[in-house]
Structures are given as structure tokens and as C-alpha cells.
């Protein structure tokens, strides 16, 4: 297990490096019990991701049943970090999507509007 | 359905929601919008409950031809955090444009170091349900409320 890996509750992300991306597959749900480690989470990609060179991170959200607004917003203020870098040193913030899970395309498509030319939506 | 606060038992009663709106409604949108809005509206009640007792309900009726869920929680609630949810229902009832409000909601709330404040908005942006609060003493009631027209299965 690295340090990006995490589970807790119903809760789990599976980090994998590939060249110059990252992957992160989520699974479960995400809301209030896992707010805080969801964040630190965050964090710690963000720091790995500018020290390792990545250009990409892709967040596989297929088997992610549910998000809580709380957790929605620990990805808000991941991508307003990535925003306020200087842009040599942006990354490209990638969600992939699950159609089966119904609430993902409208919060996608609110976190995809607000992230703008950082954040793309499979599919769309 | 009444019980103490525990995130666990949250999931368990948006399962259930789904699964029973499921029978109903499908398992389209509908199904899932409720289930967001049951999750958030129970996150928020637990949250903010002043004595440990959040009750929710469900309830779904024919009425014109037209399906109606309802889903209900209450909670006592301190004085200033039911001001602070009317004052977000009123400034969502006086957008001009609900996804910029969204939008510039989001933005404010990166920045957050507890909560989201996002829970309300994002019922009101993210789903058909509307949703009103209404107040008894220190009690905290919200209704979200979706009509599905023809009430057919999606």
C-alpha cells in the first residue's frame, strides 16, 4: 500500500503511477466519516503529483456509488489549488465517470464548468 | 423513521430510499436524485441536530396523474444555524440564474476549513426537487418534494 492508497468505512482509493499520469480509482461512498482523510488525501496527491513530474491525474469514479457535498467540495479545493498554480507547473485533472451512477454527470458537470480548461469529463 | 446520528446508518437509509424509489420511479435519475437529496438533507440534519434525533420520511402519492416523493427530515437546531439555512434558501430563491449561484457557491466553499456549505445548493442545482424549511420552536423541518408527471417509470 503506498501513501496515496487509502481505505476507511465504505470508502476506498487505489493509486497507480503510469508514466506521466496517475490513477486513482475510487470505490464505495464517499461522504461526512471520510471528509477530513478525503482532503489529506488530496493533499498529498497534489504534493506528489508537482514533485514527480505527472501532467495527469485521472480519478476513475465507475465504482463510486455516492459523494456527499462535504467531499465534492475536497475536490473543489483540490482543482482551485491546481488553478492558482503558475501554469507551467498546472496539471490536468481527468474524471472518468460512471453512467450507472446518475448523480455523477451533474456534479461533474458542475466541478468540469468550474475547473475549465484543467478538468475534462470522460465521455462528454 | 427516527434514529441517533451515525454516518453508517445515513448510507443504509439512502440505499433504502433508492432501492424502494427504485420499485416506483425506476432506476433512472428520479431514483438517484432522491437518494442525493435523502443523503444531504439526513448529513445536514445530523450535523446540525442539538439533541441527537433526526427523524426522516418518505412518503409517495398519486395526485393528477402525477407521482409525488416527498422526503422530510427534522431536527431541533440551534438558532443560528436555522438562520444560516434560511438565509441560504433565501439567497437561492432570489437567484436569476441557479448554476451561477452554484458556481460562485463552489468557489466560496474551497476555501472552507469545516462543512461544504454546499448541501442546500447543490439539491437545488443538481436535482428536479424543490425544497422548502419551515420552523417549530427549535425544531427544523425540511421537505423536498419531486413530481413526476405521468409517474411512469424512467
Redesign the interface.
Known amino acids: 500500500m503506498n501513501e496515496l492508497d487509502f481505505k476507511a468505512?465504505?470508502f476506498e482509493v487505489a493509486a497507480n503511477r503510469d508514466g506521466e499520469e496517475l490513477l486513482l480509482r475510487t470505490s464505495g461512498?464517499a461522504?461526512?466519516?471520510v471528509e477530513p482523510e478525503l482532503a489529506a488525501l488530496l493533499d498529498r496527491v497534489h504534493v506528489r503529483v508537482l514533485g514527480d513530474g505527472i501532467r495527469r491525474v485521472i480519478v476513475d469514479l465507475r465504482e463510486l456509488e455516492?459523494m456527499?457535498?462535504?467531499c465534492?467540495?475536497g475536490f473543489?479545493?483540490w482543482?482551485?489549488r491546481v488553478r492558482r498554480l503558475p501554469e507551467p507547473e498546472q496539471y490536468h485533472i481527468r474524471f472518468r465517470p460512471s453512467a450507472q451512477?446518475?448523480?455523477q454527470?451533474?456534479?461533474l458537470h458542475?466541478?468540469s464548468?468550474?475547473g475549465g480548461e484543467l478538468v475534462t469529463i470522460e465521455g462528454t | 423513521m427516527t434514529f441517533e446520528p451515525s454516518g453508517h446508518l445515513i448510507s443504509v437509509v439512502r440505499r433504502f430510499v433508492r432501492a424502494m424509489c427504485e420499485q416506483i420511479l425506476g432506476s433512472g435519475e428520479f431514483s438517484s436524485q432522491v437518494a442525493l437529496v435523502t443523503h444531504e438533507l439526513l448529513e445536514n440534519a445530523v450535523r446540525y441536530c442539538r439533541d441527537e434525533q433526526t427523524s426522516i420520511a418518505l412518503a409517495v402519492r398519486e395526485q393528477g396523474g402525477a407521482l409525488e416523493v416527498e422526503v422530510k427530515t427534522e431536527n431541533q437546531a440551534r438558532d443560528e444555524d436555522i438562520a444560516r439555512a434560511r438565509g441560504l434558501l433565501d439567497r437561492i430563491a432570489e437567484a436569476d440564474d441557479l448554476f451561477e449561484l452554484y458556481q460562485s457557491m463552489i468557489l466560496e466553499a474551497a476555501d472552507r476549513v469545516r462543512g461544504s456549505g454546499l448541501g442546500l445548493i447543490r439539491i437545488c442545482a443538481e436535482t428536479e426537487l424543490t425544497l422548502e424549511m419551515t420552523t417549530r420552536a427549535e425544531t427544523i423541518v425540511m421537505l423536498a418534494r419531486l413530481r413526476v408527471p405521468g409517474g411512469q417509470k424512467q
Request: aromatic fraction near 20%.
Open positions: 468505512d465504505e461512498t461522504d461526512a466519516r455516492f456527499n457535498s462535504s465534492f467540495k473543489v479545493t482543482i482551485v451512477h446518475h448523480w454527470k451533474r456534479s458542475a466541478i464548468y468550474f
